[in-house]
């Protein structure tokens, strides 16, 4: 696959704010549509997950091992105790930091000048 410059500067725009997940082609089509770039990405952190046990427990290790924000954050969602799992835990903050980056991620968008590629025809 080969990446035109604008779509390598993109890219590495969703990688530094840890949004991997997306790449340039969602966000020039998006651009190109009008779309509500924010509104858009949000739904796609909702999609986000952190599956298999392992992944799980090491990425609340790194980000919350006392699990005290993440408990807060699965109880103001509404989650009883007894419906947690390390993966619903993980995903839960996982999604939560995806938030919080959101923001950066949007300024960086909005201040980046996006070129409309010129097609052969």
């Known amino acids: ?8 500067e993109l890219n590495k725009i969703l990688k530094d704010n ?3 997940f ?5 966000i020039e089509e998006l651009h190109s549509e009008g779309a509500d770039i924010t509104e858009n990405i949000q739904e796609r952190i909702n999609e986000q997950e952190i599956i298999y046990y392992g992944k799980a427990m090491e ?3 790194e ?3 006392s699990l005290s924000e993440v408990m807060e954050l699965a109880s103001d969602l509404g989650y009883e105790t007894k419906n947690l799992n390390s993966e619903l835990l ?19 968008l909005e201040s980046f000048e996006f070129k409309e590629e010129e097609t052969e025809e």
Do not use: C, H, P
């Open 22 to 26: 997306i790449d340039a082609f969602e």
């Open 90 to 108: 993980a995903t839960i903050l996982y999604q939560q930091r995806l938030n919080e980056k959101l923001g950066d991620l949007v300024s960086a």
């Open 63 to 65: 980000e919350d091992a």
């Open 18 to 20: 840890g949004f991997e």
């Open 59 to 61: 990425y609340l290790l």
């Open 1 to 8: 696959m080969t990446y035109t410059q604008q779509q390598i």
